[in-house]
Nanobody, 114 residues
Framework: QVQLVESGGGLVQAGGSLRLSCAAS?????MDWYRQGPGRQGEVVAS???????NCADPVKGRFTISRDNAKNTVYLQMTGLRPEDTAVYYC???????????WGQGTQVTVSS
């Protein structure tokens, strides 16, 4: 069983920065950050495989960076140049290394004021 605990959300002004963290218990392979904004369809923001291959969605390229610390079993999302449209609940999602199931964090609110 994998459990994910997120932290780092909050309220920030446009142009500001935040770093989200997602600590996993249990063995995981790929991880990604997913967001659900008010009145918008959810989307994968960024993903990173167990070997470190990264993908970022077009709306956040050049502003958001995903990284992982395998020793700490933690994935990070460094967000810079935040915009009001980045306002959303951000979830981390991980695939269990042995179970191959998806696991989700509890979500953390990011609010960007204009």
């Amino acid at each position: 069983q994998v459990q994910l605990v997120e932290s780092g959300g909050g309220l920030v002004q446009a142009g500001g920065s935040l770093r989200l963290s997602c600590a996993a218990s249990g063995s995981i392979s790929s991880m990604d950050w997913y967001r659900q904004g008010p009145g918008r369809q959810g989307e994968v923001v960024a993903s990173i495989t167990g070997s470190g291959r990264i993908n970022c969605a077009d709306p956040v390229k050049g502003r958001f960076t995903i990284s992982r610390d395998n020793a700490k079993n933690t994935v990070y999302l460094q967000m810079t140049g935040l915009r009001p449209e980045d306002t959303a609940v951000y979830y981390c999602r991980a695939v269990g290394l042995y179970t191959r199931r998806d696991y989700w964090g509890q979500g953390t609110q990011v609010t960007v004021s204009s």
